[in-house]
């Protein structure tokens, strides 16, 4: 069974903090990595896509990956009361010409103005 | 449209109902997935069609559950003989390629409510 783990939260940062968010997965074949924000009643949106281990930056957004330790998280500097949201991580791998995307049941993050 | 349009956007049925759920995906992507997401939980996979052949069908939680997509565009998730547990927001994703890489872009989803 493939598995994708996040803390459920609630993760409370104050405004302008850096919010942390973590998650790990049990397969070492895992190719690539994924990092959702999902409003309440709303579909998930894309913030950002990692693959290869380190750091990889997009504005506010720092996403890291440590294959060896299969784990991977987004940070979001001076956090805003609008990044209040379920941060959802997800993992693809690729296996006999399919492929699959596994998400974990996201870390709701509220930032307290 | 430029995005993954699902409809209807809500859906009430009464158990034993058979329900049909459309997602018309963004235009000219290969790879459609069906997810299925309950309350407080993430979304969990169902199907996964590459253009009209269904490559993965190991999600569906039972024989009540069917989806295609015969032209390898707009498809459909159909569940007969609705169930309590069948209440759930179904979500549809397309994505440009086969590629590992390939980020998935979602519909706004249909709110399924079995009474």
């Known amino acids: 069974q493939k598995e994708v783990e996040q803390n459920s939260g609630p993760l409370s940062v104050p405004e302008g903090a850096i919010a942390s968010l973590n998650c790990t997965y049990s397969?070492?074949?895992?190719?690539?990595f994924f990092w959702y924000r999902q409003y309440s009643g709303k579909s998930p949106e894309l913030i950002m896509f990692?693959?290869?281990?380190g750091d990889k930056e997009d504005g506010r957004f720092t996403a890291q990956l440590n294959k060896a330790s299969q784990y991977v998280s987004l940070l979001i500097r001076d956090s805003q009361p609008s990044d209040s949201a379920t941060y959802l991580c997800?993992?693809?791998?690729?296996?006999?010409?399919?492929?699959?995307?596994?998400f974990g049941t996201g870390t709701r993050l509220k930032v307290l103005a | 449209g430029a995005g993954v349009s699902q409809s209807p956007r809500y859906k009430v049925a009464k158990r034993g109902q058979d329900v049909a759920l459309r997602c018309d995906p963004i235009?000219?992507?290969?790879?459609l997935f069906w997810y299925q997401q309950a309350l407080g939980q993430g979304p969990e996979f169902l199907t996964y069609?590459?253009?009209?052949?269904?490559?993965?069908k190991s999600g569906l939680p039972s024989d009540r559950f069917f989806a295609e997509r015969p032209e390898g565009s707009v498809s459909t998730l159909k569940i007969q003989r609705t169930q309590q547990e069948d209440s759930a927001v179904y979500l549809c994703?397309?994505?440009?390629?086969?590629?590992?890489?390939?980020?998935?872009?979602f519909g706004n989803g249909t709110r399924l409510t079995v009474t």
């Open positions: 990692i693959y290869s281990n």
């Open positions: 235009s000219g992507h290969v790879s």
């Open positions: 997800a993992v693809n791998w690729a296996t006999s010409g399919t492929y699959k995307y596994i």
């Open positions: 994703a397309s994505s440009p390629g086969q590629s590992y890489n390939s980020p998935l872009h």
């Open positions: 069609f590459q253009n009209e052949a269904q490559l993965d």
């Open positions: 397969d070492r074949g895992s190719q690539s």
